[in-house]
C-alpha cells in the first residue's frame, strides 16, 4: 500500500522535472517512441 501511494505521487513529479531541466531523450533510429520522453525513471 505505501509502495504505491509513494510512486502514485513521487513519478508525475519525476517526469516533471525531467521537462524542466530538459532531461529528455529525443526519438532516433534506435528507440522505438515517437515523442520525447523523460529519461528519469520513468
Known sequence: MWAFLVS???VP???YIAH???MLDTPNG???HQSLTP???A
Open 8 to 10: 502514485l505521487f513521487a
Open 13 to 15: 513529479s519525476i517526469i
Open 20 to 22: 524542466l531541466k530538459n
Open 30 to 32: 534506435r528507440t522505438v
Open 39 to 41: 529519461r528519469l525513471g
